[in-house]
């Protein structure tokens, strides 16, 4: 069973600021990796598949990058509507696994 | 448009079962792998379960392994969980997402979830 780790589990960014949130596997998941957006009271939305493409109307701001076991999301300049909760995870191999979350807070 | 519409949440007993739903539409149901996946109160995400475009593939995580079992309906663009021995730690929003197929099998889009209580 695939573990995602994700860091840190909190992060206070300015608005304007470039923002990095990590993401492990336990093994690798070569690119099978997607991050998504959950703000409050809303459910997720994909952002990023394949480690590093943008999904349908994702601004340019977001970027994925990494393979293997060690991927990184790149706010590079933190928008309003940016602030909310971050999750990657892996479809390699079953069972599926989501990381524990990055929360992206108004700093 | 793409629309999952989840059903069947409710407030449940330890022990007893349900059977949640979910209505897909605007788009070709039987290409694609879907999945039920969950967030308790203030948690995270936590995936629970999955099946392939034709149920040749099924997955589960262990912590419902045994107890529940997905299925879908081609014919009705449907997919379902059937949820038995519910325990109070199953108390969470059960999302159903629209997955791929093989090694493109990312969750996209999010139905907006049912709530499935536990308690006595």
């Known amino acids: 069973e695939i573990v995602m780790t994700q860091s840190p589990a909190t992060l206070s960014v300015s608005p304007g600021e470039r923002a990095t949130l990590s993401c492990r596997a336990s093994?690798?998941?070569?690119?099978?990796l997607a991050w998504y957006q959950q703000k409050p009271g809303q459910a997720p939305s994909l952002l990023i598949y394949g480690a590093s493409t943008r999904a349908t109307g994702i601004p340019a701001r977001f970027s994925g990058s990494g393979s293997g076991t060690e991927f990184t999301l790149t706010i590079s300049s933190l928008q309003s509507e940016d602030f909310a909760v971050y999750y990657c995870q892996q479809y390699n191999d079953w069972p599926r696994a989501f990381g524990q979350g990055t929360k992206v807070e108004i700093k | 448009e793409v629309q999952l519409v989840e059903s069947g949440g409710g407030l449940v007993q330890p022990g007893r079962s349900l059977r949640l739903s979910c209505a897909a539409s605007?788009?070709?149901?039987?290409?694609?792998?879907m999945h039920w996946v969950r967030q308790a109160p203030g948690k995270g995400l936590e995936w629970v379960s999955g099946?392939?475009?034709?149920?040749?593939?099924?997955g589960y995580a262990d912590s419902v392994k045994g107890r529940f079992t997905i299925s879908r309906d081609n014919a009705k663009n449907s997919l379902y969980l059937q949820m038995n021995s519910l325990r109070a730690e199953d108390t969470a929003l059960y999302y159903c997402?629209?997955?791929?197929?093989?090694?493109?099998?990312?969750?996209?889009?999010w139905g907006q979830g049912t709530l499935v209580t536990v308690s006595s």
């Open positions: 997402a629209k997955g791929g197929y093989d090694s493109s099998d990312w969750f996209d889009p």
């Open positions: 605007g788009f070709t149901f039987d290409d694609y792998a």
């Open positions: 099946i392939s475009w034709n149920s040749g593939s099924i």
């Open positions: 093994q690798s998941i070569s690119s099978s």
